[in-house]
């Protein structure tokens, strides 16, 4: 039977037999050699990964194109495509018509609260080292302290604590004494830019910084040099803010252990939680003004519920991520990492807005009004995270994981006994409260049926095993350890090469069903309130929603957080939705006992 007859012949029959008769005939005339490495046994094998069955004479073909594929493989690894360089397939996380407006201003003058004109300058400047953004700019505005003299202070404090703490990977005392000095001569010349002018912070150490060591927390870059900084530090300097340390993360972004050693949380001498381990710690600890961290899948808002701290996870796409490690490029998001609400907000005043080399950063307004009332502002909270929890297992049973367990978030669980169960939950009871005296319309809802979530995980998996592809093929990326333990992304990035191209395509576009179930959810609401549970921070992750963590409890000497969740590009409600709380509470002035 001739190839051309043979194909008349099986467009005519019933698949099954077709398949049949495929197999048959190939196994007759044999499988034609393969020019390559690949044959169609190496297929055969392959093909379980993605749940496939492919007949004989279909692998021999595939052999021959995927040996012709290994040479345009090749030849694509020896282009260099340097950390800045975006995929030419951008995520927005507004849904078609709902695009945000603009313009963007950032370093626009923003309405902000100021402390009265009888602040005085403590005997003890280190009395100051918890104040607020706010305060500490009235301080240095009305010429009461110098920059320098603060940012003395803090770089003394961040000493004094890191053998406790470990929370800092590099010290730039030297360009933070030059940055200090630039922004008192500025100050003093009447050149007085706004309420980061002259205050110290920190970024996490992924943050490019000309000239300085960047590492990652990562064995193989721990050498690693930029020679320019990330839009965010460019954008911190040009408003005078001083950059003090360079703060640990776990490797790579992942956990708080890092080559250093492991990150701890000044309330307890636990761990810090990750990533953004030491943006968070230092911050609580009173050691930087505040702090620049990065989430992809809980990474701002993680730290900053074991460690107490407002963290700010902006809308995805309204900071831009140029010179900051590309982990996975659909879900990266910059945020403030600070001890109190309006400090995030005029952090995020800055360094929003497009800056010509992120794609990606949406031209979006920036609204924030910081008296605006509650009245009016409809709050949905998720109801099973805020319900008393369920009886403990009886004897012998395993406990399951409990929202949000290790987050701060969650109604009891592990780790708590029935006496501090009881106390959060009386703290949630509380939230609830104080938003309705607040005058808040507050209503329960049941989550949409977010099962794709749980579906979509190796989406980041795929993507960070495209940024650190090189180290995965050149072996270094066994270099990277957690502590004693090897870390599990050497297996991640190794794992996620065989993720199917197609699965990852179906992947984002499951995801789009995602965001518009989620995005009807919102429509209905100004603000969401959860506990921070897994289920609400990785969603929430991956629609690009606007997140905010804050203290509403301390329990057995560890905070305990809210998250709120806001509309796309509409941080400015949600910040305000967490300040009137803020304000209301004792919460936002308790800060950990250091030895």
């Known amino acids: 039977m001739s190839n051309e007859t043979r194909r008349k012949f099986l467009k005519t029959v019933p698949v099954a037999v077709a398949g049949a008769m495929a197999t048959k005939t190939f196994a007759q005339q044999g499988p034609p050699a393969a020019a390559g490495p690949i044959t169609p046994d190496t297929i055969e094998c392959a093909e379980k990964i993605p ?7 279909d692998e021999a073909a595939m052999a021959n194109g995927l040996n012709r594929n290994l040479t345009t493989y090749a030849r694509l690894r020896d282009i260099k495509i340097t950390p800045d360089i975006d995929p030419a397939i951008m995520f927005k996380p507004s849904l078609p018509g709902q695009e945000p407006k603009g313009p963007a201003t950032p370093g626009a003058r923003l309405r902000y609260t100021k402390p009265p004109l009888t602040l005085k300058r403590p005997a003890n400047l280190e009395d100051v080292a918890f104040w607020p953004v706010t305060h500490l700019a009235a301080l240095i505005e009305r010429k009461l302290v110098t920059s320098t003299e603060l940012t003395k202070m803090y770089l003394a404090r961040l000493k004094r604590y890191q053998p406790q703490l470990n ?26 830019k706004g309420p980061l002018h002259g205050i110290p912070w920190g970024g996490k150490d992924l943050l490019a910084t000309k000239g300085i060591r960047t590492t990652w927390g990562g064995e193989p870059y721990m050498q690693q040099v930029f020679d320019y900084n990330a839009s965010v530090v460019d ?31 000044p309330w307890n001498g636990g761990g810090s939680s990750g990533s953004s381990a030491g943006p968070g710690s ?19 808002i993680s730290p900053s519920s074991v ?14 991520r140029y010179g900051a490690m590309a982990l996975s490029n659909t879900m990266d998001k910059l945020g403030p990492m600070c001890r109190y609400v309006e400090d995030a907000i005029l952090v995020l005043n800055v360094i929003y807005g497009p800056d010509k080399k992120d794609g990606t950063v949406a031209d979006a307004a920036l609204t924030w009004n910081p008296t605006l009332p509650l009245a009016g502002i409809k709050i949905g909270y998720v109801k099973n995270e805020f319900d008393p929890p369920s009886p403990p297992p009886a004897a012998g049973a395993t406990a399951g994981r409990a929202a949000g367990a290790g987050r701060g978030g969650g109604r009891g669980g592990r780790g708590f006994t029935p006496e501090q169960q009881a106390e959060r939950r009386k703290n949630f009871d509380n939230v609830l409260a104080t938003y309705r005296k607040l005058g808040a319309k507050l209503e329960p809802v049941e989550l949409p049926d977010i099962s794709i979530t749980n579906t979509l995980g190796f989406i980041l998996d795929a993507e960070a095993a495209a940024s650190f592809d090189a180290i995965t093929r050149s072996g270094e990326v066994d270099l990277l350890h957690t502590g004693q333990s090897k870390s599990t992304w050497p297996n991640t990035f190794k794992t996620a090469r065989f993720i199917p191209a197609v699965e990852y395509i179906q992947a984002n576009r499951a995801r789009v069903i995602l965001m518009r179930q989620f995005d009807a959810l919102m429509n209905r609401y100004h603000v969401l309130i959860s506990a921070g549970s897994d289920a609400t921070l ?15 409890g301390i ?30 509470t004792e919460w936002k002035d308790r800060h950990p006992t250091l030895a």
């Open 51 to 57: 749940g496939l069955d492919f007949h004989s004479e």
């Open 167 to 192: 929370f800092y990977v590099t010290l730039t005392e030297d360009l933070a004494l030059q940055q200090a000095a630039k922004a008192d001569a500025e100050i003093k010349a009447g050149k007085y």
């Open 235 to 265: 954008r911190l300097t040009d408003a005078g803010a001083v950059l003090v340390a360079k703060l640990a993360l776990g490797a790579l972004a992942q956990g708080d252990m890092w080559f250093g050693g492991q990150t701890k949380n």
């Open 282 to 300: 230092a911050t609580a600890a009173g050691c930087v003004g505040f702090a620049i961290g990065t989430e992809t899948r809980g990474s701002i």
């Open 307 to 320: 460690n107490g701290v407002v963290g700010l996870r902006p809308t995805y796409g309204r900071v831009s």
């Open 538 to 552: 990785s969603t929430t992750n991956l629609t690009g929603q606007p997140a905010m963590a804050i203290k509403c």
């Open 555 to 584: 329990v057995n000497n560890s905070p305990q957080i809210i998250m709120l969740t806001g509309r796309l590009y509409d941080e400015g409600t949600m910040a305000r939705v967490a300040m009137a709380f803020e304000q209301a």
